[in-house]
């Protein structure tokens, strides 16, 4: 979507990011300058960065012996040891372990949660996943690195499991198992051999184990516009027969209510009434204030805006984005005020709410960024959602994905996020069910990463922003500040085709065939490998039939204009769900 109107990926970017991050994103070298360690007994090595993790660990007697030499798996260089796989990540200079963990044992989710304990230095409870760490478990957590090395636990302190008759505790990146033979001693706490066991499962199917216990199958929802649409029926009918599970709908907060206290619900009527007589869930988006609502915009320092190719001027940059502003309210009470009555309005029959659209663009917020100032709105209207309907899911606004950092602009996706987390010792965490990202293919598969990449073109690559999988950086962060037990939605994603807008010339080089193998591809590598992917939104079904074929959205669409099947939307509809 297009900054000019809020909708499709960000390509005015494009004419200035390289410069922005070509000395930013130069490579890391992989592999620092040490010597290789060689184990006779695998005959494998370990050298460079996995060497100096693998020995600030402590070694064999934590992570075993090396079980392969390094090699390329999911777009990583990893190396498999008898108790974890270790990955190297260019992107972050750093190497981690796999989330084993929650691979291996997707029941994960349904162990007991424990009351919350008070904090000593003999035991530590984690609200996010609702379990205590204590003793020896405890310290052995702490000396290893805690949270940014294994992971929040995933359970408690179990009696036993099926290979081990002592004491275990479930992480999301290990297990670690207790011997009260050596207590006392460093191997009083050890590692489960997760990495034997993974290496076995990826040598028979050559893929990350799927989750076959997940509690939900992914969502797949289809973006809709159906405000004054006469073929609203018709197009409900074709979503629900496509197999999507339920529709999206956006509703600027300024086309409802009017004046102070006088709402127009008709169209949103009509639309929630229809999805659900065709069994279809409804997501609604709100953003949008109303203008008398409005704060004064302020004027902001645009002075910092970089110098391109073309010669830009701050001024001619400010004068392009300054006519389109869907800022916030003055007071965000508001808000809370507005989400509590629709969500009370509509009860169950609405499913959830994405709270703002792309608030990282500073035309979505009176024409700055401010991440600080979205963590309130979104406490503001995540209290109003439960107040009028506690069932409702609440998703933090959808995040446009850019690698710019430009005042007056837009900020980085991942960055703002961070931000968000930052503000006030992570209180967002309280204030979203699910975490709203929009994601985007440009000219790439969806498989795709900055470091491989297999389409022939040579633009749009040398940014996470540009690739689908954006959303594992966004994970990154869930995992720094320990708020795993959330679950992100894709409440955009999709690829545009040959279009007529001149912000999206690398459609030319997706043809219709590859919209709907990208998009079946993208659900499948969800499904198969990132279970704390819940739900895709594909934009979009049917904007097509009304807008020019000039508007950035037009060619995304997986209905053409005259609501006929395009190729993507027969490959959604025949994949197995």
Avoid at 215 to 238: C, G, M, R, T, W
Avoid at 328 to 334: L, S, V
Avoid at 354 to 366: Q, R, S, T
């Amino acid at each position: 979507m297009s900054i000019m109107n809020g909708k499709g990926p960000r390509n005015w970017c494009v004419r200035f990011i390289l410069v922005l991050l070509c000395v930013m994103l130069l490579p890391t070298p992989v592999f620092a300058n040490t010597e290789p360690k060689q184990f006779a007994s695998t005959n494998t090595v370990v050298h460079g960065a996995m060497l100096q993790y693998f020995e600030q660990m402590g070694g064999e007697s934590v992570l075993g012996e090396p079980l392969t030499n390094e090699q390329q798996e999911d777009g990583h260089i990893v190396q498999y040891f008898e108790n974890a796989r270790l990955e190297w990540w260019p992107q972050r200079g750093q190497v981690r372990l796999s989330p084993l963990g929650r691979l291996l044992y997707p029941h994960w989710r349904f162990f007991v949660k424990e009351a919350p304990v008070e904090e000593t230095s003999a035991q530590r409870f984690f609200p996010e996943t609702g379990h205590s760490v204590r003793f020896a478990f405890l310290r052995f957590f702490q000396e290893h690195g805690g949270v940014s090395v294994f992971g929040l636990p995933i359970s408690g302190e179990l009696p036993a499991d099926d290979e081990w008759q002592h004491a275990v505790q479930y992480f999301e990146r290990a297990v670690f198992r207790y011997d009260p033979t050596k207590a006392g001693t460093p191997g009083e706490v050890q590692l489960a051999p997760l990495g034997r066991r993974f290496l076995s499962l990826r040598g028979t199917a050559q893929q990350l184990v799927d989750q076959p216990s997940r509690p939900s199958q992914v969502k797949l929802i289809a973006q809709v516009s159906l405000f004054y649409d006469p073929n609203i029926e018709h197009v409900l009918a074709l979503a629900k027969a496509a197999g999507f599970t339920g529709i999206k709908q956006q509703v600027e907060w300024k086309a409802v209510e009017l004046h102070p206290g006088g709402y127009m619900w008709d169209q949103v009527d009509r639309i929630v009434e229809a999805a659900n007589r065709h069994g279809l869930e409804v997501m609604l988006g709100i953003y949008a204030s109303p203008y008398w609502m409005r704060r004064v915009r302020p004027t902001g320092n645009q002075s910092s805006v970089p110098q391109g190719a073309n010669a830009v001027t701050a001024e001619e940059w400010w004068a392009q984005f300054a006519s389109f502003h869907n800022g916030p309210p003055a007071n965000f009470g508001d808000f809370e005020n507005f989400l509590s009555i629709i969500a009370s309005r509509y009860g169950d029959r609405v499913h959830s709410y994405e709270l703002w659209n792309e608030p990282n663009l500073a035309g979505n917020w009176d024409g700055t960024v401010a991440p600080w100032e979205f963590v309130e709105l979104m406490a503001a209207g995540y209290r109003g959602v439960k107040r009028g309907n506690p069932n409702a899911i609440v998703v933090s606004g959808g995040l446009s994905p850019t690698g710019v950092n430009l005042e007056g602009v837009a900020m980085d996706d991942v960055a703002y996020l961070e931000a968000m987390y930052q503000y006030k010792d992570g209180v967002i965490r309280n204030y979203y069910d699910v975490l709203g990202l929009h994601s985007y293919g440009f000219n790439n598969a969806p498989g795709d990463t900055p470091d491989n990449y297999t389409t022939s073109g040579t633009t749009y690559k040398h940014h996470w922003s540009f690739y689908f999988r954006r959303f594992e950086n966004h994970w990154d962060v869930l995992q720094k500040y320990g708020d795993t037990g959330k679950s992100i939605w894709l409440t955009e994603m999709g690829w545009t085709t040959h279009n007529l807008h001149p912000e999206f010339p690398y459609g030319s080089e997706i043809s219709d065939e590859d919209q709907g193998r990208y998009l079946v591809g993208s659900y499948q590598l969800v499904k198969q490998r990132f279970p704390y992917v819940t739900g895709l939104v594909v934009f979009n079904l049917n904007f097509a039939n009304h807008i020019e074929p000039t508007d950035s959205s037009y060619s995304f669409a997986i209905l053409d204009e005259h609501l006929r099947p395009r190729p993507a939307y027969l490959a959604l509809q025949a994949l197995p769900k």
